[in-house]
C-alpha cells in the first residue's frame, strides 16, 4: 500500500507541499484500493464516507485525524499503515445542529480496532462530551486487531469507560452496519439507541462456531444476532431496517426529536395541527367492555401532532409501546398499554422496556405522558421465577426518580400494582386524567367478588346469580369512574374527545416545572 505519493514539485516549494498536501488527501479520500471498494459494496454495503455523507447535512463533515497511522510492528504490520487506521472520526450537522460520529471502515483491517484506532474514537467521544454534543457511531468491524495484542483490548476500555461518563449526558446512537462480535458489542449495549439493518449486520458475544463447539447448537450469523433476532427476541436492538440509507434516514429523524445534550430542551417547532382540535373517533376506538380488545396506536395517531411518532422496541415486548412524538410543536415521550398484545399486560420485558424509555426521556428533559389500560401483571411460575418483582420495580424506579413533566391518562382498565407502577399520582404524576369508562380497582370486579363474597356464593342456592349479583354490587360501589376523582387520585374526568386539548394544556403549564432528587452520588436501581 503506498503511503507517500508521488508528486512531480520540488518538496521545498510552498506550492509543492501544497499540492503533495492535496495528493494525500485524495489518497485517503479514496481508502485503501479499488478491489476493497468493490468487496465492500459486493456484500450490499456502503463506504464508510459514503454512509457518513448520507448521515449528515450536505458538506457539514469536518474530519479530525484523517492522517493518523498505527506504529504497531510485527505478524506484517509495519509494512501495512494505511492512513485513518481504519476508522473515520469528525464532526458535522444534521438538521442544522453539530453532532460528532465515527465510521469503522471496513475496507481497512476489517475495521478491527488497534491502539491508533481506539484512541482516534476516543478523542472524538471526549470531543462531544466537551461540546455537549450528540455521538452518533457507525458500526461495521472485526472486532479487536489480534495482531496488536492487548494493546486494542484497552483501546475498547477507554471506548466503554467513555460511553458510560456519556450516559445520560449526550445522546449516543449506536448505528450496526457490519458484524459486532465479542466485547466490541458491549459499546452499543451502553448507548442510548441501537439501529441494525438486516442480512448485514449482526451483534454477538460468541459466533456460530464457537457457540457449536460449547453447545452443539448449529446457527447461521444472522440467526444467532441478526437485525430480527435484536429487535424481536434479545431486544437490544431498538430499530431494524432492510437498509442503509432508509437506516440513517431514522438516525436523522430521530435526532429531530433529541436535545443536544442534557443540559437544553428538545427542538421544538411549529404546529400545524390545531391544539385544540377534538378527537370524537376516540369515543369508537377504545371499547367501554374491558374484555374488548382494541390497537393503542390508533388512539397515539388521534392524540398527537398529524397523528406521527417514532416507536421505539417496536417489535419487542409489544405489550407496552414507548414512543417519540409531539404534542402541539413539543417533544413528548409516550409510554402506552397495548391491549391487542397479551391484553396490555405488564411482564418482565415489557417492565425493562419502559423503564429504560423513562429513564431515556427523563435524562434528556422530554415530558412523559402514559397512557393506561392494564388488567395487572402477568401471572404465572416462569414470570415469578424470572424475577418479575425485581424486573417490575425496575419501572416503579424509573417513574419515582423521573424529574421531567409527567402526565398519566387512565382510559379504561387500571388494576392493582400494575396501575400504581404506571405512573399515578401516588408515585409523583404531576396530573392524572381518566376517561369515564375508567375502571380503577384492587383488581377486576369479577375476581373481587370471589375473594369478598367467597362464603356468600359458597353457600347460595344459585352461586352463579349469586357471584352476578355480588359483581354489580362491587362495581357500582368501588369501580364505578368517580371513585377515584372523588378521592382526589384522579385529577379530572375528561371527554375523550378533548384528549389532546387538555394534554397541550397541561403539557404548556408543566414547562417550567423544576425539581430536585435528594443529594446523593447516585440511587441503587433494582437490577
Known sequence: MTTTPEVPVAVNDARGRVAELHAIREEVRRGPSARATEAQKAKGKLTARERIELLLDEGTFRE?????????????????????????????????????????????????????????????????????????????????????????????????????????????????????????????????????????????????????????????QNGLGGADVHAEVSGVAHFAYDDEHTCLEEVRYLLSMLPQNNRENPPAVEAHDPADRRGDVLLDLVPADGNRSYDMHKVIEEIVDEGEYLEVHERWATNIICALSRLDGQVVGIIANQPASMAGVLDIEASEKAARFVQMCDAFNIPLVTLLDVPGFLPGVAQEHGGIIRHGAKLLYAYCNATVPRISLILRKAYGGAYIVMDSQSIGADLTYAWPTNEIAVMGAEGAANVIFRRQIAEATDPDATRARMVKEYKAELMHPYYAAERGLVDDVIDPAETREVLVSALAMLRTKHADLPSRKHGNPPQ
Open 64 to 220: 479530525v485525524e484523517p492522517l493518523r497511522r498505527h506504529r504497531a510492528s510485527g505478524f506484517g504490520l509495519e509494512a501495512k499503515r494505511p492512513y485513518t487506521d481504519g476508522v473515520i472520526t469528525g464532526w458535522g450537522a444534521v438538521h442544522g445542529r453539530t453532532v460528532f460520529v465515527y465510521a469503522h471502515d471496513f475496507r481497512i483491517f476489517g475495521g478491527a480496532l488497534g491502539e491508533a484506532h481506539a484512541e482516534k474514537i476516543h478523542k472524538i467521544m471526549d470531543m462531544a462530551i466537551s461540546a455537549g454534543a450528540p455521538l452518533i457511531s457507525l458500526n461495521d468491524g472485526a472486532g479487536a486487531r489480534i495482531q496488536e495484542g492487548v494493546s486494542a483490548l484497552a483501546g475498547y476500555g477507554g471506548i466503554f469507560q467513555r460511553n458510560t461518563r456519556a450516559s445520560g449526558v449526550i445522546p449516543q446512537i449506536s448505528v450496526m452496519l457490519g458484524p459486532c462480535a465479542g466485547g466490541a458489542a458491549y459499546s452499543p449495549a451502553l448507548t442510548d439507541f441501537v439501529f441494525m439493518v438486516r442480512e448485514t449486520s449482526q451483534m454477538f458475544i460468541t459466533g456460530p462456531d464457537v457457540v457449536q463447539a460449547v453447545t452443539g447448537e448449529q446457527i447461521s
